[in-house]
């Protein structure tokens, strides 16, 4: 089953698209993450399936039902908001259940649902606090204990953990992913950090300007990245991508032979071994060794042309000193990604 369909989804402001003409879907039961750069229409995305937005065109269903003109109230979904939207005066028991209130529940209802969230989330400590007593983290939790209180079908995320540092961020990752396989939620989160929807994702949906690049597990969208885009922003270092020319990296012989139609290389980083004998293509001279502990990423320069080299952090004590250094780098035929002329891959 899938807890969202679009079928030619578009949304425009006059003539600003900020989603074209998109099908997609999104399975039940399932962590999808809406992955891109800021203004590709991740947000959009989003807040048409939460009703605070109408579509330009097309019809969205939500469960197999037709919520194209239903309203935000009425689709049986939940959102976690970038900004938590905590009431300051109420404490975090009156936060979490204000909606059930509002809908006039039973109060032994509300409290039970109450008892359960708090206890699933690890709020009973704070229950009596207001949110300027809490920490970043225990907002957090506050404003997702609400979403999920409701008992919606469909938890919806706007970049809930942007406002958290880095250590806090990974560990509220690690909650959010167990708690959506804990309670077999559907969950649609929106990020610009490849890193959360990498870890957190059974499925990525990458969106560049206002369309949708590719939809993959994250593991094909690293390994098996479907375009140009997608080679370039998935992976922690860019991967190294280079024009050619006939069957020239360039000015550079390229000694492997590029498929039919092929216009551009892309090999990652981690893929490329340091003075290799067997498959050696390129060599050039040490720009720059930048040493981040557990690895390092050495810059090669080579008439015009340059790469990256992600090698591990101990291998790093041969190169010192070696700025300036002539070296040769090769790879496997099976790290090469190959690209045509429109970025599409091959």
Same mark, same amino acid.
């Given at each position: 089953?899938? @807890? ?9 402001? &006059? ?11 999104? =399975? @039940? ?6 992955? &891109? ?5 991740? $947000? ?8 605070? /937005? ?17 309203? +935000? ?31 006039k529940l039973p109060q032994a209802v509300i409290d039970q649902k109450l008892k359960h969230v708090i206890d699933l989330l690890g709020l009973r400590q704070q229950i009596d ?6 920490? &970043? ?20 995320? %706007? ?11 990974? /560990? ?5 992913? +167990? ?33 949708? /690049? ?5 593991? %094909? ?8 885009? +997608? ?11 280079? =024009? ?8 550079? $012989?390229?000694?492997?032979? =590029? =498929?039919?139609? @092929? ?6 980083? *981690? ?5 290799? $004998? ?7 001279? !040490? ?20 790469? !990256?080299?992600? !090698? ?12 300036? +250094?002539?070296? &040769? ?11 045509? *002329? ?5």
């Amino acid at each position: 089953m899938q @807890a969202v369909t679009f079928e030619q989804v578009s949304k425009s402001w &006059g003539s600003v698209v900020a989603l074209g003409a998109t099908d997609l879907a999104i =399975p @039940a039961h399932q962590f999808t993450v809406l992955l &891109g750069p800021s203004g590709c229409g991740k $947000t959009t995305t989003l807040r048409l399936i939460a009703g605070l /937005e109408a579509p330009t065109s097309g019809q969205i269903q939500i469960f197999g039902r037709d919520v194209t003109h239903t309203h +935000a109230s009425a689709r049986g979904v939940s959102m976690v908001f970038q900004s938590y939207a905590l009431f300051p005066h109420l404490s975090v028991a009156e936060n979490i259940v204000f909606g059930l209130r509002v809908r006039k529940l039973p109060q032994a209802v509300i409290d039970q649902k109450l008892k359960h969230v708090i206890d699933l989330l690890g709020l009973r400590q704070q229950i009596d606090r207001k949110p300027a007593q809490l920490s &970043g983290g225990q907002q957090q939790r506050v404003a997702l204990a609400r979403a999920l209180v409701a008992d919606s079908q469909l938890c919806l995320m %706007d970049e809930p953990l942007s406002n958290l540092d880095a250590q806090l961020r990974q /560990e509220m990752r690690q909650e959010l992913r +167990a708690l959506q396989q804990t309670l077999n939620l559907s969950v649609v989160y929106v990020t610009h950090d490849q890193i959360e929807a990498m870890s957190m994702a059974d499925q990525v949906v990458l969106l560049n300007a206002g369309r949708v /690049e590719q939809v993959a597990k994250p593991v %094909d969208l690293y390994q098996r990245p479907a375009s140009l885009f +997608a080679a370039k922003f998935i992976g922690q270092t860019p991967m190294n991508i280079w =024009p050619l020319d006939g069957h020239h990296l360039q000015s550079s $012989t390229l000694r492997v032979q =590029p =498929p039919a139609g @092929a216009k551009w290389l892309g090999v990652r980083p *981690e893929a490329l071994l340091l003075n290799a $004998t067997a498959d050696q293509v390129f060599e050039g001279r !040490i720009e720059k060794i930048e040493y981040t502990g557990a690895d390092a990423l050495v810059t090669l320069t080579s008439q015009g042309l340059s790469l !990256i080299a992600r !090698i591990a952090g101990e291998a790093m004590t041969g190169l010192l000193g070696s700025s300036n +250094a002539s070296i &040769g780098v090769g790879w496997a035929s099976s790290a090469q990604h190959w690209f045509d *002329e429109h970025g599409a891959v091959i």
